[in-house]
């Protein structure tokens, strides 16, 4: 047997001992986990934890596995959100399938459960325009996925919206450009898959009545081409426009989620035409900002969220003091006086069911609720404590490693199909 494997080498080696000359259908239960909540997967798929991290393990034949992950290490390095690949194990006894493995995505939901779970109501329309703009992603770095579905992507909170990451990338290819004939049957074989999807969840009455499969289905194909043309496309407009135009262009592309590259500006008598190169790696700017000044590794809307909360107290710090606050300063003031004191406050029985930044994010939420119905601020800890009484215990359940407290009866995740 040979095994290939991504640094760090100490990550990969302590999986050495488990054994893979076996079938995985084969391995013992004890060196597995249950995952309840997964996807569908056409292959053989497994978990095992060590070391405090979770890693799915896939039985696919070897050209596919090497395609995967050597797919998955370039986005990884490109920033595409996707699985993290580890490494695979070829050249098994009994001409076996190769087995690749990926860590697995902290926090993450199958649709499934997103789709049967407390959140059911508002979920369609968020969930599906979450996909289309991981299919634009990938469209736009030159990637025909080929399969693309809500069973190959994982879900995750992102500030009360969902970022998606995809989870399978054997039959993606990679061109230096698609076509919009590629690009068309792309999304075309997306809208079957989800369709049949969601009519799959209806007939096991675990879809909301009040959802219509085909109906939202249909629909993606439309908020597709509204997103790809919104990022893509040239836009004229008057000399005298330039800037404003420009710079709100620009904006709404930021605020889509993609980050720009190169902007070229085409002038004429006749007027200007703009052309925004728009860059497909994950988009960084408030997280790289929040990192700086706390050390927190968060998402990318969480960050833009908690930034707000960083420069209000910020404020408050210079309004109380009379002088202003340098902004390392305020950070790590927030970190120690706000921030940390609010992620603490969580039971330890209720400890990893959200991440500890979406926690953060929907306290603020609720401090805004409560604040509305009574009329006045209730502050930070009336806010704290009625979220944990009434909210938190309601939130649901997914699996983390086992550095946080683990509810492996109601985690919600999904395979590496």
Known sequence: MRYLFRPPAA??????????????????????????????SRHVVRFTAWEGR???????????????????????????????????????????????????????????????????????????????QLLVRLHLAGIYWGDCSLSNTLFRLDAGSYTAYLVDAETAERYPSLSAGMRAYD?????????????????GELLSPRIDPIEVADSLAGRYEALWDEVTREEVFRLDEQAYRIAERLQRINDLGFDVGEVELVTSPEGARLRVETRVAEPGQQRHELFRLTGLEVQENQARRLLNDLWSYRAYLEQ??????????????????????????????????????????????HRWFLSERAGFDVGTWAAVRSYVQHVLPHAPAVLTTPSVIVDRETAAVDASN
Not at 33 to 38: E, F, L, N, T
Not at 322 to 339: F, Q
């Open 187 to 203: 999304v075309e074989l997306a809208r079957e898959r989800v369709g049949a999807e969601l009519m799959d969840l209806q007939a």
């Open 54 to 132: 979770v890693y799915a393990l896939k039985e696919i034949a070897e050209p596919l596995a090497r395609h995967e992950y050597a797919l998955l290490a370039e986005f990884e390095g490109e920033g595409l959100p996707s699985v993290s690949v580890l490494g695979i194990c070829v050249d098994r006894p009994g001409d076996q399938d190769a087995i690749l493995v990926t860590r697995y995505l902290e926090y993450s939901m199958s649709y499934r459960y997103v789709f049967s779970g407390p959140r059911a109501a508002d979920s369609p329309d968020r969930l599906l325009d979450t996909l289309v």
């Open 11 to 40: 990550e990969a080696a302590g999986l050495l001992s488990l054994p893979w000359d076996q079938p995985l259908e084969e391995w013992d239960p004890d060196l597995l986990m249950d995952v309840p909540q997964r996807g569908i």
């Open 320 to 365: 109380r003091g009379g002088r202003p606050v340098p902004e390392e300063v305020a950070g790590r003031r927030w970190l120690t006086d706000v921030y940390q004191p609010v992620v603490n406050a969580i039971p330890v029985e209720l400890a990893g069911r959200l991440e500890p930044a979406e926690v953060f994010h929907e306290v603020l939420e």
